[in-house]
T-cell receptor, first 114, second 109 residues
Framework: DTGVSQNPRHKITKRGQNVTFRCDPI?????LYWYRQTLGQGPEFLTY????????KSRLLSDRFSAERPKGSFSTLEIQRTEQGDSAMYLC????????????FGPGTRLTVT | ELKVEQNPLFLSMQEGKNYTIYCNYS?????LYWYRQDPGKSLESLFV?????AVKQEGRLMASLDTKARLSTLHITAAVHDLSATYFC?????????FGAGTRLTVKP
C-alpha cells in the first residue's frame, strides 16, 4: 500500500499523560500536514511541513503540541499533558509541491482522553 | 479570516433524484477542493478546482467553481445508495486550508 499511513489508529489515554502519533506520507510527497477533526466538523489545520521544515502552525496548536519531521520523511505529533478537549481524530495528509496539489489523507488516529 | 459555509448540512434524498450541495467562502481563492468521508474513515479527494468556471465530473457527481461569486456546487445526478457519505469542501492554500462543516448525505431506496 503506497498511501498515507498513521499509527496508532486508536489511542486511549488518561488526562495528563503524553501521547505521540506517527504519520508516514506517500514516499515522493514533500509536503505533510496535520489536522484535527472533532465529531460533526470538518478538519482543522494544525501545522504543515515542507520537507523537514515546519512552515506554518495554527493558533490552535498550543504549547502542549509539538510536531517534527526529521529528515523530511515521517512525522510525529506529540501532545503533552493531554486534556479531555484534545479528544479528536488527528489526520495526516501529504502532497507534492505545486499549485493545486491535492492532499491525500491518512486513516487518522482517534484520540480519547479520559 | 477565511470562512467556508456549506449547505445543507444534512441531506436525505431518494435514489434516482438530483440535488445540489453549495459551498460559499468569504475571501478570494482560486483553489477549491471537494472531499468525501465515510463514517469512521478518512477523507477521499473527489475534485480539485483551480480556476473560475472550472467544471469537473466523475460518475454521478459534478463540481463547479465560480470564483467571482465565491461559490462552488457539487451536483448529484440520479443518486444511488453508495453515495451516502459526508461531503466537505475546502478552500485555501497550503498554509491555510479551511474546510466547511460538511454535508451529511443519506440516499434512501
Amino acid at each position: 500500500d503506497t498511501g498515507v499511513s498513521q499509527n496508532p489508529r486508536h489511542k486511549i489515554t488518561k488526562r495528563g499523560q503524553n501521547v505521540t502519533f506517527r504519520c508516514d506520507p506517500i514516499s515522493e510527497h514533500n509536503r505533510l500536514y496535520w489536522y484535527r477533526q472533532t465529531l460533526g466538523q470538518g478538519p482543522e489545520f494544525l501545522t504543515y511541513f515542507q520537507n523537514e521544515a515546519q512552515l506554518e502552525k495554527s493558533r490552535l496548536l498550543s504549547d502542549r503540541f509539538s510536531a517534527e519531521r526529521p529528515k523530511g520523511s515521517f512525522s510525529t505529533l506529540e501532545i503533552q499533558r493531554t486534556e479531555q478537549g484534545d479528544s479528536a481524530m488527528y489526520l495526516c495528509a501529504s502532497s507534492l509541491l505545486g499549485q493545486g496539489s491535492e492532499q491525500y489523507f491518512g486513516p487518522g488516529t482517534r484520540l480519547t482522553v479520559t | 479570516e477565511l470562512k467556508v459555509e456549506q449547505n445543507p448540512l444534512f441531506l436525505s434524498m431518494q435514489e434516482g433524484k438530483n440535488y445540489t450541495i453549495y459551498c460559499n467562502y468569504s475571501t478570494t481563492s482560486d483553489r477549491l477542493y471537494w472531499y468525501r468521508q465515510d463514517p469512521g474513515k478518512s477523507l477521499e479527494s473527489l475534485f480539485v478546482l483551480l480556476s473560475n468556471g472550472a467544471v469537473k465530473q466523475e460518475g454521478r457527481l459534478m463540481a463547479s467553481l465560480d470564483t467571482k461569486a465565491r461559490l462552488s456546487t457539487l451536483h448529484i445526478t440520479a443518486a444511488v445508495h453508495d453515495l451516502s457519505a459526508t461531503y466537505f469542501c475546502a478552500v485555501g492554500d497550503d498554509t491555510d486550508m479551511r474546510f466547511g462543516a460538511g454535508t451529511r448525505l443519506t440516499v434512501k431506496p
